[in-house]
């Protein structure tokens, strides 16, 4: 991997591609969650949190991007490629970043509850698996985990005034 993917300045600027992502599944009602998918320092694919608008729970931000990347490209091997997503990866979409063969995943915060890049588990560095993916955590992390803890006191506010 060329060392301008290891520039901060470079990582923030997807990173901010990727909240724009977020911001897009939150006006839409979704759990804010965005990200983009680089190759050659260009951004190939962008996908956001779309569980509650498709009624489907692989409507990740990793699987749409994931998807769309693959079909850009017109390749399923994501060789060479990053993945810059708000909130580290679950389970699925960590196993999903793994099949794809990602080089590299750039996250905004941990995720305590699911996260599986490791938090929980870390799935994408596991040895005894194939392939491992390169990890840069807590880009823009102030900005990324703000915008989840803002969506969920809102959810949290309008339950209760139901």
Same mark, same amino acid.
């Given at each position: ?54 009624? !489907? *729970?692989? &409507?990740? @931000? ?12 017109? =390749?399923? $091997?994501? /060789? ?30 941990? !995720? *305590?509850? &699911?996260? @599986? ?12 698996? =194939?392939? $491992?993916? /390169? ?28």
């Amino acid at each position: 991997m060329q060392d301008f993917f290891n520039t901060t300045d470079t990582d923030q600027r997807f990173m901010q591609a990727a909240l724009i992502q977020a911001q897009i599944a939150e006006e839409n009602g979704d759990v804010p969650v965005g990200a983009v998918i680089v190759c050659e320092n260009k951004i190939i694919a962008k996908g956001y949190n779309q569980r509650q608008q498709l009624n !489907d *729970p692989t &409507a990740h @931000a990793e699987i749409i991007a994931l998807t769309a990347a693959a079909e850009s490209i017109g =390749n399923w $091997r994501l /060789e060479g490629c990053s993945i810059y997503v708000t909130l580290e990866p679950c389970c699925m979409c960590a196993g999903a970043l793994l099949l794809g063969r990602v080089e590299r995943l750039i996250y905004g915060c941990d !995720d *305590p509850k &699911a996260g @599986a890049c490791g938090s929980l588990y870390n799935i994408v560095q596991d040895e005894r698996l =194939n392939h $491992r993916i /390169e990890i840069t955590k807590g880009i823009l992390e102030t900005e990324c985990s703000g915008l989840l803890t803002d969506f969920f006191a809102r959810r949290r506010r309008e339950n209760d005034n139901q």
